[in-house]
Structures are given as C-alpha cells and as structure tokens.
C-alpha cells in the first residue's frame, strides 16, 4: 500500500470518527443541554418543546361558571433581556360556552428558578405584560383577570417550563444546581459541588 492510500485511508477513518461524534453531540444537545462547566445552558427552542408538550390547559372558577382555556404557547428571550417572554391564545367561557377557541391573547414576562421537588424549572415574578381580548372590548374584566391571576400563581408554583430528565440529572451527578439566569438569549442555571 502506498503512501499516499495509507494516508488517505488515515483520514477517512478519522473523518467518519469526527462525524460520528457531531452527530452523537448534536443529537445529545437537542434532547437535553449543554453542559458547559460549572453550567448548564437552554435555548428557547429548547423550552418551547417542552410547553407544546403540557399545552392546552383548561381551569373551571365558580363550579364550572367561568372558564379559560391557554393555548398556542410561544417561547422567547427578547435580546438583552434577563427575562424570557410567554405569550399565550387564551379561551374564555361563562354559563358553560365553549372555552376551547381562541378569543383573545395574553403576554407576559418572567424569570426562572430551579425547584428541587419538580426538576424543573419554574416562573419566578412573571408578570402579565399585554392583554387583548375583543370580546370583552380588548380589556380584561376583573373576572377573568382574576383567571388568569390566579392561573398565573398556581402555574408558577406547581408546574414547571422544563423538566430535568434523569439522563441530565445524572450527568449533574452530585453538583448542587444553583442560581438561574437569563443571559445572552439563553437561560443559564449555575452548578455548584455539594
């Protein structure tokens, strides 16, 4: 075998590692994070997944009364934000009329924060930026914005935007997970040793 064969042979074996590798990172980076030191880092698109996943919900007031339903979830971190953005369709029923559809629209912005008891990653201080519902002449009344309120409180607390999977977790190990940040379009939890 020549030189010139043995060194081509070389380099298409190495090529076909490298490759390997991407694609093992790139599939790695997708259905988790990045793991960079003493961090872990998460894109929107990232996040999003996750809410398609949990997305629509509906919640009863008053035994069925007053209805909402939140749909279409839409994940962003505005640039040179430390606080990433939801926006939501919002469905509003009363005396039992269909809250499945769309009829009006809320934003709002949060920070996040990691909750030991979900593994996951909750809102923390969201508030509600933008309401727009044109049956109620594009403001909210106090009924529904007492919905959404109350929704907002109960889904900060109990339900997180993304959950740790095991895989993550293990790869964490023993590490402490601490402070979560918001930073150059990305949301950055802080890992400390135990």
Same mark, same amino acid.
């Given at each position: 075998m020549n030189l010139y064969a043995k060194s081509r042979r070389h380099f298409l074996i190495i090529?076909?590692?490298?490759?390997?590798?991407?694609?093992?990172?790139?599939?790695?980076?997708?259905?988790?994070?990045?793991?960079l030191g003493n961090q872990v880092n998460f894109t929107a698109?990232?996040?999003?997944?996750?809410?398609? !996943?949990?997305?629509?919900?509906?919640?009863?007031?008053?035994?069925?009364?007053?209805?909402m339903t939140l749909l279409n979830p839409r994940l962003s971190i505005p640039q040179g934000s430390n606080r990433l953005r939801l926006?939501?369709?919002?469905g509003l029923g009363a005396l039992g009329s269909d809250s499945s559809r769309p009829s009006g629209h809320f934003a709002l912005t949060s920070a996040l924060?990691?909750?030991?008891?979900?593994?996951?990653?909750?809102?923390?201080?969201?508030?509600?930026?933008?309401?727009?519902?044109?049956?109620?002449?594009?403001?909210?009344?106090?009924?529904a914005r007492?919905?959404?309120?109350?929704?907002?409180?109960?889904?900060? !607390?109990?339900?997180?935007?993304?959950r740790f999977d095991n895989s993550l977790l293990d790869r964490l190990g023993s590490r402490?997970?601490?402070?979560?940040?918001?930073?150059?379009?990305?949301?950055?939890v802080h890992l400390g040793d135990n």
């Open positions: 090529a076909a590692m490298v490759a390997g590798l991407a694609l093992a990172g790139c599939s790695t980076l997708n259905a988790v994070t990045a793991l698109p990232q996040l999003q997944q996750s809410l398609n !996943r949990n997305f629509p919900k509906h919640y009863d007031k008053l035994g069925g009364l007053v209805s926006d939501f369709d919002v924060r990691f909750d030991t008891g979900t593994r996951g990653l909750h809102l923390q201080d969201p508030t509600i930026e933008q309401v727009d519902v044109p049956a109620l002449g594009g403001m909210m009344n106090s009924s007492g919905l959404i309120n109350t929704w907002l409180a109960d889904y900060a !607390r109990d339900e997180p935007v993304y402490r997970i601490g402070r979560t940040d918001i930073e150059n379009g990305q949301v950055v």
